[in-house]
Every structure is written in C-alpha cells, then in structure tokens.
C-alpha cells in the first residue's frame, strides 16, 4: 500500500485542495482492459500519487479465469472500492429499484450485489473502501445497505444532487459525489490533440477557485478502457435492455494506435501538472473517513433556541456546533424534547440526535389552521418510539384530534411550541399549524434525473418517478460534510 497523505498547508496557510483520483475497472468484454490497470497505476506511482479502483466483480472474476495476479496486485497497492458484481447486465440498479421505496430497494440492493462485493473483498484482502453506481444511475436506495456491508463511502459522480460542488453526507453515508465544476474527466480528451490543454486549464481553474478558499475536493475520473475502445464497453453489448451470452460479447471498435499512445501520454502530463501544484494532496476513499469526520453535536436549551430561531418556517440544515445538523437530526432533536416534556413535564438538559431516514411517503397535511398543542405534545412520544424502533421518520403524523401534518409541518409546528416552552416555560393551549417550507428538495435536479434515465443501456422510454420521489425524501439526511484531518 502506498503511504497515507501528510498534511500539505499552501504558502497562505489554508487548508489543501484534495484530489481524489479515480478509476472504474469494469470492462469484462475487452481482453487488452486486462493490462491497463499496469500503465496507469506506475504513471501514478511514479509521482507518488494514488488512486481508488472501484472493482466490478466480473472483471475480477475474468482477471482470476486469465491468472492475471500481477494486475490484481498492482491494483491491491491502492484503494480498492466496488462497482457491482456485473455493471450493465440487465436488470441494471435502475430497472429492480424503479417500484421500491428506499428501504425495500437496499435489501434487493443487498441480496443482488453481497456475492459481487464478497469477491472483490476475498480477492483483495480487504473490506470495500467504497461503492460507486453504474453509468449515470444514482438513487437512494443504495445508501441503508452500504453500512451493513460494511462500505463507509460513497465516491462516484452525479449531477443529480449538488451540494456546493463539494461532499456531503447522505442518508448517513459520506459522500465523494457530486463535484460537478469540481470534476474532472479524463476519458476521451485525449482524442484530440489539443486535449491535455483544455484539461490543464480546467484543473487549474478548479484548483485556483478552491486554493482562494479553505481549500476542498477535486475529483478525477478516468476509465481505463477509454484509452483502447472508441465506445464503452458495455453501450455496445447491453443497450435499450438487451442481454447477452458471454460467448455473444462484442468488443468496441479500437481506438487508433496512435490515439492510445497519445492517452497515456497524456494521462501522466496530467498527473504530474496535478502534483506539480505545492498545496495538491492526493487522496482515496480511504482517507476521506479520516479527513471528513461528523462532529458529534450535543443539544442544550440554548443551542435548541438558536436553532429554532434561524429556521423560521425552513427545513434546511444548519451550522450548529462547530459542524452541521441535518433536518433530520433536527427533527429528532425537537421530537425527543418535546417526548419527554409528555412524560416529565421538563425538556432534557441534553440531546444527542440521532439522524433517522426521511420519510417513506410524500405526505401533505390536512389539518385546521390550530391544533391543540397537547395533541402534538402526545403525538412526539409515539413518533419518537417509532423513529428509534424503525431507523426512519414517519410519512404523517396523526394527532388524537383527527389532523394529519406532513413531517415538515410537524417539525415547524412542533418547534414553535418547543420555543414556548423554553422561553417562558408553559405551552400555549393551541399552535398555529405552520406550513413549512421544505428547501432540501433544491439541492435536486429533476432534469439531470430525466437525463440519467435516457442511459443508454436502459430500455427505450424507461421511467422511474418512485426513485426521483425517494431521492427528494432522503434529502432529510443531507448536510456538508466538513474536513477535519
């Protein structure tokens, strides 16, 4: 293994730009793929840089089949992350996930990859540093399995969700994904000769717009078969839902000699411009956990207040305590006050959120325009015995009286009345039911999402509005995630 980064500072004292270098090696069709990992790893180690290789488990079942352990040990010498046990073999992610909420689709997600991931962690000694979807098919859904399989990050790219251009943490999970202008791609740019110029400048801008920061991620991404296919391997054997036999497989056209020559040629101008730059760290998924830790945050009467106050009718996160708190660690913070106000007839001095899922459901509320604080006070102790018992947060909430509030109206509601009590001590006899306003949902692109489902090897007009539906709701979850190592 190469050795963990040191800690860099630029001349002004901030904070590094971290660049995490990245390679889905997943091409099963294409024998000469095999010898790829070879190149571009020594290009790497060559400037002592790294990368994290997100294995699809065909691939290294091919690589075992041809006895290529000099290729799996130069992979073994980095970071090693899964990238599904066959990738683009129908019934892609997108096709079992359309129907299922969040929680249904990650125990499918689970039953369906455990094989693949357990390969690729025998194979190289090691627990999966990461996961990463196929093409362009991000979803929620992934997320409540990640842990149980012991995967701590999420490290891909996607347009669908951005946040800042920068990582985030997502139902829980920490997220290299979603760089957007941070992002870097390598693959085909060096079909034109003038290519390494356009990637250098866009680098550069990257890098100089963080550098006057405090700094933050770069991500860069190469397929490795890109330097040898003119297409992508699995675009000419599975599109528009079509399977075939492995004896059936097409490899894509060749890229030309010299345009091959030309890509490796410019892969290592690049590597070496990147190290070139004296605040560049290089980093893996492996390092993220060590560099973006959650701050544990503890809830007193005068953090809640403040809390309280900067929402408003906003369910958004918030800086609290030297780090972030997500909406739905907000949530939880109010419901539990309030839960034990029920059974006491005081707040605790302290609260330790926890962050439950979002919501299964989309939910509107249909309640008058007050409701009987007492109702929401009762409703908080079942809601919070719910939430611990089921790791998520209800879709409705039902009060005694026969009023049902959205989640987001609840948490304002219930809020105001929290602020009462704090303040002066004695709840109102009634609140006014706030609607709030749910600001997550922006961080969300429905186009990017319509683009993501015109993926090449989905089937012709395919849909799937339950995983955009879902997506939305696990925004609950999403806060910055910060750097700290």
């Given at each position: 293994?190469?050795?963990e980064p040191k800690r860099v500072l630029s001349r ?133 399995a990640m842990s149980p399989m012991g995967i701590p ?330 750097a700290v190592g």
């Open positions: 293994m190469l050795v002004s004292g901030m904070r590094p730009v971290d660049v995490y270098i990245w390679f889905d090696i997943e091409d099963y069709v294409t024998k000469e793929s095999d010898d790829l990992p070879l190149i571009a790893l020594s290009i790497l180690e060559k400037y002592k840089a790294k990368a994290t290789c997100k294995m699809v488990a065909e691939k290294v079942r091919v690589l075992l089949e041809r006895k290529r352990t000099d290729v799996i040990s130069a992979i073994a010498r980095h970071d090693v992350g899964y990238h599904l046990d066959r990738h683009s073999r129908h019934p892609v992610v997108y096709e079992y996930l359309a129907d299922l909420d969040v929680l249904e689709g990650a125990a499918e997600f689970a039953r369906r990859e455990q094989r693949g991931l357990d390969l690729v962690e025998k194979v190289f000694s090691r627990r999966a540093s990461c996961f990463g979807h196929p093409g362009p098919a991000w979803a929620s859904h992934y997320y409540p990050v999420y490290l891909d790219e996607t347009p669908i969700l951005n946040l800042a251009d920068g990582p985030y943490w997502y139902c829980g999970v920490l997220n290299l994904n979603g760089a957007n202008r941070n992002f870097v791609k390598f693959d085909y740019t060096f079909e034109d000769p003038e290519g390494i110029v356009s990637l250098k400048k866009q680098f550069k801008e990257a890098h100089d717009r963080l550098s006057r920061g405090e700094g933050g991620t770069i991500s860069f991404l190469f397929h490795l078969h890109t330097a040898i296919n003119k297409d992508f391997w699995d675009a000419v054997n599975f599109a528009h839902g079509a399977n075939r036999t492995k004896d059936e497989y097409v490899r894509p056209d060749p890229q030309p000699q010299e345009v091959t020559r030309r890509a490796w040629e410019d892969f290592d101008e690049i590597v070496r411009y990147m190290s070139s730059f004296g605040d560049v760290r290089f980093i893996t998924a492996s390092d993220a956990v060590g560099i973006f830790k959650r701050k544990e945050v503890s809830f007193d009467d005068k953090l809640i207040l403040s809390a309280l106050g900067s929402l408003g009718n906003d369910v958004r996160f918030l800086r609290v305590g030297g780090d972030y708190a997500s909406p739905s660690e907000l949530f939880y913070t109010i419901t539990k006050c309030l839960a034990v106000y029920s059974k006491t007839g005081r707040t605790p001095s302290r609260v330790r959120p926890k962050e439950p899922l979002g919501p299964m459901r989309p939910a509107t509320s249909d309640a008058p325009s007050t409701v009987a604080v007492e109702e929401l006070i009762a409703a908080s102790a079942d809601i919070l015995t719910e939430m611990d018992s089921t790791g998520r947060m209800p879709s409705s909430i039902k009060l005694r009286g026969g009023a049902v509030l959205a989640p987001a109206d609840f948490m304002i509601s219930s809020g105001r009345v929290l602020t009462s009590i704090l303040r002066g001590g004695v709840p109102p006899a009634r609140v006014r039911v706030s609607k709030a306003r749910f600001l997550q949902s922006k961080y969300v692109s429905e186009d990017a999402f319509q683009v993501a489902c015109r993926w090449v090897i989905l089937p012709e007009g395919f849909k799937a509005p339950k995983i955009f539906e879902q997506i939305v709701l696990q925004t609950w979850t999403l806060r910055p995630a910060t």
